[in-house]
Antibody, heavy 119, light 110 residues
Framework: QVQLQEAGPGLVKPSETLSLICTVS??????????WSWIRQPPGKGLEWIGY???????NYNPSLKSRLSMSVDTSKNQFSLKLISVTAADTAVYYC???????????WGQGTVVTVSS | QSALTQPASVSGSPGQSITISCTGT?????????VSWYQQHPGKAPKLMIY???NRPSGVSNRFSGSKSDNTASLTISGLQAEDEADYYC??????????FGGGTKLTVL
């Protein structure tokens, strides 16, 4: 049974960079069937797809975040990561990492990590 | 990309059936049979309930079913149970090879 676990700072200052890592266990990020994704949920609001990274390093991002976003994968550590620059209070959310099968549906999720943007 | 449109809330009594709609465009819901549905209880991560419009993952009750007509997908829950009370989200693949979620629907079991 694959498990995903997010890690990173819970508090980020405005204008700084939000960095998160997702560690995958019980499965391999090198599997060609999956796209490794980030999804966020602002307090009291709905889910927003942020983007995904493939094991080759290929990426696809939400157009609304693309200019501030980068994702990468580390197959040697079985991890993938998210960097979001120039954050504002609007980036405050629970951030989930998830596995998207064939890039179409999310069949495994991390427990989520709360990130607050505040000075 | 615009979020898919879902009703903010639906409700039903135990044993009844309810349907949640998810409306998009020909560039997402209407263009592909790649709609999925997720159940989220408070403080928990979402759980996959339906994928590719109408397929149920192993372990999901057959009380949950999905369908699609034109630009609108639907999730039907039959034989409502108290444990079904949760938020439900649809998601679709898009012509930009991205994914988009609906705004979410709160299901109340009366």
């Amino acid at each position: 049974q694959v498990q995903l676990q997010e890690a990173g700072p819970g508090l980020v200052k405005p204008s700084e960079t939000l960095s998160l890592i997702c560690t995958v266990s019980g499965g391999s990020v090198s599997s060609g069937s999956y796209y490794w994704s980030w999804i966020r949920q602002p307090p009291g609001k709905g889910l927003e797809w942020i983007g995904y990274v493939y094991y080759t390093g290929g990426t696809n991002y939400n157009p609304s975040l693309k200019s501030r976003l980068s994702m990468s994968v580390d197959t040697s550590k079985n991890q993938f990561s998210l960097k979001l620059i120039s954050v504002t209070a609007a980036d405050t959310a629970v951030y989930y990492c998830a596995r998207a099968q064939w890039g179409r549906w999310f069949d495994a999720w991390g427990q989520g990590t709360v990130v607050t943007v505040s000075s | 990309q615009s979020a898919l449109t879902q009703p903010a809330s639906v409700s039903g009594s135990p044993g009844q059936s309810i349907t949640i709609s998810c409306t998009g465009t020909s560039s997402d819901v209407g263009g592909y049979n790649y709609v999925s549905w997720y159940q989220q209880h408070p403080g928990k991560a979402p759980k996959l309930m339906i994928y590719d419009v109408s397929n149920r993952p192993s372990g999901v009750s057959n009380r949950f079913s999905g369908s699609k007509s034109d630009n609108t997908a639907s999730l039907t829950i039959s034989g409502l149970q108290a444990e079904d009370e949760a938020d439900y989200y649809c998601s679709s693949y898009t012509s930009s090879t991205t994914l988009v979620f609906g705004g979410g629907t709160k299901l109340t079991v009366l």
